[in-house]
């Protein structure tokens, strides 16, 4: 199974700050890598896929980089509305598995 | 609008079983893939199962292979899970979601239905 390893496991930030969450995956998979934002007691919502393709609705202050095993998801300048725990994602294989998430609290 | 609705979760107790369904609708069910993740409390996500657009391939997380059957009825626009030989650790809310176009993430998912597995 492919292993995903995010860092850090919690972010502290501020509004406005430009933040970045790193994904490593243990080998490699090409681009087929998704993000995904949730907050407390709620469905995640996909923010990323194909490593850098924005979905739809999805505010441009939101990207995404990478390819093989190394990827990076950042915030351009963080709004309230950003905190939240950020999941990765690969499905380059089956089983399809997420990172263990990274928890963006305000500071 | 795209809506994803699941049931059937609860309380059970060990070893017993469990069958959630998810309703969909607001979009082509037929047409796409679907898949079950879950959360365990205070943890993250877990992808459990995936089907494919006409049900004929099915895919499973070790943790789950052997205990749990995924199903789909293209007919009723209804996703099913049915979960056997339940365990303490398979304690979760279950979320169905469905396949974005041309890649295997997630662009809908539902409420999510909490199953407590316990004595």
């Known amino acids: 199974d492919i292993q995903m390893t995010q860092s850090p496991s919690t972010l502290s930030a501020s509004v406005g700050d430009r933040v970045t969450i790193t994904c490593r995956a243990s080998q490699s998979i090409s681009t087929w890598l998704a993000w995904y934002q949730q907050k407390p007691g709620r469905a995640p919502k996909l923010l990323i896929y194909k490593a850098s393709t924005l979905e739809s609705g999805v505010p441009s202050r939101f990207s995404g980089s990478g390819s093989g095993t190394e990827f990076t998801l950042t915030i351009s300048s963080l709004q309230p509305d950003d905190f939240a725990t950020y999941y990765c994602?690969?499905?380059?294989?089956?089983?399809?598995?997420f990172g263990q998430g990274t928890k963006l609290e305000i500071k | 609008e795209v809506q994803l609705l699941e049931s059937g979760g609860g309380l059970v107790q060990p070893g017993g079983s469990l069958r959630l369904s998810c309703a969909a609708s607001g979009f082509t069910f037929s047409s796409y893939a679907m898949s079950w993740v879950r959360q365990a409390p205070g943890t993250g996500l877990e992808w459990v199962s995936a089907i494919s657009d006409g049900g004929y391939s099915t895919y499973y997380a070790d943790s789950v292979k052997g205990r749990f059957t995924i199903s789909r009825d293209n007919s009723k626009n209804t996703l099913y899970l049915q979960m056997n030989s339940l365990r303490a650790e398979d304690t979760a809310v279950y979320y169905c979601a469905k396949r974005i176009v041309g890649a295997s993430c997630f662009d809908y998912w539902g409420q999510g239905t909490l199953v407590t597995v316990s004595s």
């Open positions: 994602q690969q499905y380059n294989s089956y089983p399809y598995t």
